[in-house]
């Protein structure tokens, strides 16, 4: 990799992802709205545009070698109060971006969802991370487009959003640790996830990129172990002495996530680790 384009670049993942290309002399450029992503993320050695991803026709012919497509709307709750910009982001803007890329003749990495593996109708989010990938697909197929798909599961790390709207499970007990209130448990805190700390979801992107081989469908980037949201919360309880509140279940809210697809490992020789406990253990 020489030159890469980073949608979404000043966000969660963005940020972590940004922050290994400089290590290894990767010149990045980013393309994000802010809508989620911050200033404060904002890398000295990154290039950042401040711009929506259906305008990443500014990019062309500037010889980008790869696009790693991490911009979305992607969270479940807020898609159920917007569809409509959950489609425009997740659908409409991947088309951009496989047009993009079909035009510039560029390899991208479309970072897809577990949710793949559930009923799309379950959400907004799910349907049109969804179509994401069947837009990856079509353009691959059809157009010859160099794509490749990731899926990721539950992300956690350093730069998650402590944010009770936007954040995940991990940044809304954050928020709510830190103000000494009890911990909302959805549901009976049952349902397991695969978390999956963010160094391994940038490690198994530049693996993908890096590498010439094809995937017939997708790469699956999750640890391969999950815990109960009520696993979860004995970590939190134990770290910052907190409480938990049930809350009513919400829709979305899938039983059970958990990568059993081994390509990664077996054709990438990425190799995930379980470093739950460990983080949380380490917050302060």
């Not at 593996?117 to 990938?133: I, V, W």
């Not at 997708?218 to 172990?225: K, L, N, R």
Request: charged fraction near 25%.
């Amino acid at each position: 990799m020489k030159k890469v384009l980073v949608s979404g670049g000043a966000g969660f993942i963005g940020t972590n992802l940004i922050a290994k290309l400089i290590e290894l002399k990767i010149e990045v450029v980013s393309i994000d709205n802010y809508s989620t992503g911050s200033k404060k993320n904002e890398l000295q050695l990154a290039k950042y545009v401040d711009g929506d991803i259906e305008s990443i026709q500014q990019f062309d012919n500037q010889n980008f070698d790869y696009c790693i497509h991490l911009a979305a709307q992607s969270r479940v709750q807020p898609s159920f109060e917007d569809p409509e910009e959950s489609f425009r982001v997740n659908a409409k803007g991947t088309l951009k971006v496989m047009q993009w890329a079909r035009k510039n003749n560029i390899k991208v990495i479309y970072a897809g969802s577990s949710s793949k593996h559930h009923d799309p109708s379950d959400s907004p989010y799910a349907m049109t991370k969804y179509l994401g990938e069947e837009i990856c697909k079509l353009y691959k197929k059809s157009y010859d487009v160099d794509v490749e798909i990731s899926r990721f599961y539950n992300v956690y790390g350093p730069y998650e959003p402590l944010d009770e709207k936007f954040g995940n499970v991990m940044g809304i007990w954050r928020c709510k640790a830190k103000e000494g209130k009890p911990l909302p448990i959805v549901g009976n805190g049952e349902q397991r996830r695969d978390f999956t700390h963010v160094d391994d979801i940038v490690s198994g992107l530049i693996k993908i990129a890096s590498s010439n081989i094809k995937h017939q469908d997708a790469w699956e980037i999750g640890s391969g172990v999950n815990y109960s949201i009520n696993e979860l919360f004995e970590m939190f309880r134990l770290k910052f002495n907190v409480t938990s509140i049930n809350i009513e279940d919400q829709p979305g809210n899938y039983r059970k996530t958990l990568r059993t697809n081994d390509d990664m490992l077996n054709k990438l020789n990425w190799s995930p680790s379980d470093q739950l406990n460990q983080y949380i253990q380490n917050l302060k």
